[in-house]
């Protein structure tokens, strides 16, 4: 299990490996957006939270069909399905990986863009910890999606069309938690909530993610 | 002792059975070889013996944990060099020395080459070597000398006649005669009826 997590790690590091991809376009995506609403910090402020969620949203939906596309197309999925490693084992390093490479960078980089947007300085903390917990909700979630659409060719745009609905209440949360944080309000209510939703994709997901694995190596 | 037996199995690709009504076992130290021409059903019947695909009817009796599966693509990654892809695979396996894998296909030369790099031949001989760090007893393996030149050939059919002397067991689909005492399986007479649809379902939902 390790030397997955470890294998995926450093294809996703090497040449080609796509990792800094979602960065960038969170990063390009965010300063895009005072350039399109204007400079007007009261409305970027308000705003901020929203946007900074829905960037790391599509930043991850990015990377997300190179999990298991890439093994099923040189056959490495094939080979790792009759491997003695449990499907659903895979599945949960796979997402593990894709969260480190894209979910962990994004949660760095987000206070400083939190700044081009004139995020309310009580926000930071809550950006930090909504998206700390957040985002593996959205790579685990998203493998699922991968995994339904391994076999298909060019399944990408369906794959975001299957999961993008499946992140509204990460999204919701998040972005609630951030604005309640700004405003001075209590945020536990939200916070748990985006905390049940990440624990329960983490614990769940892997299994239906193998289950259509199976069904689509047949 | 048969180390893999199956009874009565009937198979299916794409929801349209290809073959029915296979009986055989594979013992410690025996080489099954599977023939039949193009679309026959030989590929199938390997991935339904190496457990991705579950059988229309009949069973595969197995021991767990005994079967390594070579398929046309070799599951390599290409920006990981080739000594870096057999580690992997020694370490899912729980194996550790990747050298007499190495030896074995002569890439003891290409062990820090990027597998991107490498020719058809090279690879191919690089999936193989993956088989002799699995440890597994069993190898199923489909059309595994597609682009080794004569000299390869010989290395793989070195490779495997240590197995079968180690008491491994292989079940192979393949053209050429690779000058082992074998059983010879035809699959042509077993071919199914293909009108008989079912598990449909499963291919119009995906």
Not at chain 1, 12 to 32: D, E, P
Not at chain 1, 80 to 99: D, I, S
Not at chain 2, 36 to 63: D, E, F, H, I
Not at chain 2, 109 to 119: F, I, K, P, Q
Request: glycine share 12%; net charge negative; hydrophobic share 55%.
């Amino acid at each position: 299990m390790i030397r997955l997590l470890m294998r995926d790690l450093i294809l996703a590091l090497r040449a080609g490996g796509g990792f800094g991809l979602g960065l960038g376009f969170f990063l390009i995506l965010v300063t895009l957006v005072p350039f399109g609403v204007g400079p007007d910090s009261e409305r970027l402020s308000a705003i901020a939270p929203g946007v900074l969620w829905v960037g790391a949203l599509l930043a991850c939906l990015l990377s997300l069909d190179r999990i298991f596309a890439l093994d099923y197309e040189d056959g490495s999925l094939d080979l790792l399905a009759t491997a003695p490693v449990p499907l659903e084992g895979l599945v949960a390093m796979k997402a593990l990986a894709h969260w480190i490479t894209t979910g962990l960078p994004l949660v760095v980089a987000a206070p400083m863009l939190g700044v081009l947007l004139h995020l309310d300085g009580a926000a930071y903390t809550w950006l930090i910890v909504t998206l700390l917990i957040g985002t593996p909700a959205l790579s685990f979630i998203g493998a699922f999606g991968a995994a339904i659409t391994v076999g298909l060719k060019r399944g990408g745009l369906l794959m975001s069309l299957l999961v993008l609905p499946l992140y509204i209440p990460t999204l919701i949360f998040g972005a609630e938690v951030v604005r309640r944080g700004a405003q001075g309000f209590d945020v536990m209510t939200p916070l748990l909530m985006q905390g049940g939703i990440s624990a329960g994709a983490i614990a769940l997901l892997p299994f239906a993610a193998a289950a259509a694995i199976r069904i689509s190596l047949r | 002792m048969s180390i893999l037996s199956v009874t009565n199995l009937s198979i299916a690709r794409g929801g349209i059975p290809v073959l029915e009504g296979l009986n055989f076992a594979v013992g410690t130290g025996e080489v099954l070889v599977l023939r039949g021409p193009n679309g026959a059903g030989k590929t199938t019947l390997l991935r339904t013996l190496a457990g991705l695909q579950p059988p229309l009817s009949g069973t595969v009796t197995c021991a767990d944990d005994a079967v390594a599966y070579a398929a046309h693509a070799d599951g390599l990654k290409s920006t990981l060099t080739a000594a870096e892809n057999l580690k992997f695979w020694a370490g899912v396996y729980g194996g550790g020395d990747i050298e007499p894998a190495l030896k074995a296909f002569d890439l003891a030369a290409l062990a820090d080459r990027l597998a991107g790099n490498l020719s058809a031949g090279q690879k191919r001989r690089l999936g193989l070597a993956r088989l002799l760090v699995t440890g597994r007893p069993v190898w199923i393996l489909d059309e595994p000398t597609v682009s080794l030149d004569a000299a390869s050939v010989a290395l793989f059919a070195a490779a495997v006649a240590n197995h079968i002397a180690q008491g491994g067991a292989l079940i192979v689909a393949t053209h050429i005669d690779l000058g082992f005492d074998a059983q010879v399986l035809d699959v042509a007479p077993f071919r199914a009826d293909p009108q008989v649809m079912s598990g449909a379902f499963d291919e119009a939902f995906l």
